[in-house]
């Protein structure tokens, strides 16, 4: 049950990571007209919802909790 406390320990990292390292977003506008093209291109950086953070993290601890159990 060792994996299991470490995927629990690997999910509790990434929802602490999530809730302050935005993730870049890239969007590509444009038109093409025979040889012509014109585009835009915006990058935006968003983070990940504190709740949805929140649930990662609770996910984790709780899979920790069942391997502790399980191997006692």
């Known amino acids: 049950m060792k994996a ?3 995927l629990g320990l690997v999910a509790v990292i990434v929802g602490v990571v ?3 390292v935005p993730i870049p977003h890239t ?3 444009g038109v093409k007209a025979g040889d012509v093209s ?3 291109e915006t990058r935006t950086q968003e983070k990940i919802s504190p709740a ?3 649930v990662i ?3 984790g601890v709780g ?3 069942a391997a ?3 191997s006692s």
Do not use: C, D
Request: aromatic share 12%; proline share 0%; no cysteine.
């Open 63 to 65: 899979l920790m909790i």
């Open 38 to 40: 014109l585009g835009v």
């Open 27 to 29: 969007e590509k506008h």
């Open 18 to 20: 999530l809730l302050f």
């Open 4 to 6: 299991l406390f470490w």
């Open 57 to 59: 993290v609770l996910a």
């Open 68 to 70: 502790r159990g399980r």
């Open 52 to 54: 949805i953070s929140g």
